[in-house]
C-alpha cells in the first residue's frame, strides 16, 4: 500500500512537472507570437515605413543582417547564442506582453 501510493505521489509530480513546462513553453510562444505582432505593426508605422523601406533596398545592410542570421539556427540542439537570442526575444516579448495587456 505504501509503494502504491509513492508510486502515485511520483506520477502526479512528473505529471505536474510535465504541465508546468507545456505552459512554460506556450506562454512563451505567446511572448514571441506577441513581439512578432507589434513588430510587424510598428514597420508600418508612417514614421518607420520609409526608412524600412530604404533599408530593404540597401544591398550592403541585407548582406549584413544576412551573415547575421546564419550565425542562427532553428534545430532542436541550439548553441549559446541561439540560447541568448531567444532569451532576448522572450523577454522583449514579455515586456511588451506586459505593458500593453
Known sequence: MKKLALFLAVLMLGCSTAAQAQMTATRDAQYIAVLRAVVNYKIDDD???RNIERLREDRRFNEKVQ???DKLSNERSKNTTNRRVLQILEQAGKDLYNLLD
Open 67 to 69: 551573415k547575421m542570421l
Open 47 to 49: 514614421e518607420n515605413i
